[in-house]
């Protein structure tokens, strides 16, 4: 790699344009839903995988020109934003989950909410601060910067974890333990199992950045391209897919249980199909 280059090696095109494709397709996909539902927690998803694909869009930019310090420096930035624009609504949906199933949580439900989504502001914030500080012209800047990096996601990586077994164990008590009469319908099950499913991917996520950042840029996962695209950008496509289901008509706006079973036999009697929760997020 030249001095002046940004990449050791030349980015693929064909990935690039897939990623593009598809993010630029889910944004779509749910922005349209958001809308319709006013699921309006969503729009950070929407955000992020606008971000994702203009993220995928500088890298086939960087294909054609591996020295051009702007489009590298954007996509960096923008694949550090995407995911955790994404997570911000995988978070408040959790805790808005568990809110109406009256979980016995780590965290009230009441303040999860607002705390999550600070604690997500503030990781965005510093993300974006140690990547302007990488793409810095400055060698102890740029070093700083790696650092910083990896710190944030640290705390990051901790922070999706306690969310995930929040998550795992106030449903495993619930289930066992039902309070105030409020059963998991089966419905509401798939919707917990995509909602574990994300924060799973979330974390692994989080553990393929930090492993990026300790193999050094002649590592193994710096110096080879598909390795981001498998365990990175693409990594988050399949459960983007399946958080469709929580914008299924007519359910996102009911209860995520069911105090017995005549109360759903009589919301589908009104025709408003069988209730799961007041999930008005996404």
Request: proline letters at 5%.
């Amino acid at each position: 790699m030249s001095s002046t280059a940004y990449y050791p090696y030349t980015p693929d095109v064909l990935f690039a344009i897939i990623g593009v494709v598809v993010y630029t397709i889910l944004a779509g996909i749910h922005a349209f839903q958001v809308v319709s539902k006013e699921a309006w927690d969503g729009s950070f998803m929407v955000l992020g995988c606008l971000a994702q694909a203009m993220g995928c869009g500088a890298r086939l930019i960087s294909s054609w020109d591996i020295h051009d310090k702007w489009s590298w420096a954007a996509q960096k930035l923008l694949l550090l934003w995407g995911p955790a624009l994404i997570m911000s609504t995988v978070s408040l949906s959790s805790s808005e989950f568990a809110k109406a199933y009256k979980a016995n949580s780590f965290v009230p439900p009441r303040i999860a909410r607002p705390l999550y989504f600070s604690l997500n502001t503030v990781l965005l914030l510093l993300m974006s601060l140690s990547a302007f500080m990488e793409v810095a012209t400055a060698e102890n800047e740029v070093q700083a910067g790696r650092e910083f990096l990896r710190a944030v996601l640290i705390i990051r990586l901790v922070f999706w974890t306690f969310i995930l077994l929040d998550n795992t164990a106030s449903h495993n008590d619930h289930h066992y333990k039902p309070g105030d009469n409020v059963h998991l319908t089966p419905k509401s099950e798939e919707y917990y199992l995509v909602l574990r499913g994300f924060l799973f991917i979330a974390v692994i996520h989080n553990i393929m950045q930090l492993l990026r950042l300790y193999s050094g840029p002649d590592g193994f996962m710096n110096a080879t391209e598909w390795p981001l695209y498998a365990f990175d950008i693409y990594l988050g496509t399949r459960p983007l897919l399946e958080w469709r289901i929580w914008y299924r008509p007519g359910e996102s706006k009911k209860v995520v249980g069911r105090k017995d079973v005549q109360s759903q036999y009589i919301g589908n009697a009104r025709g408003r199909g069988p209730s799961f929760g007041r999930i008005t997020v996404c």
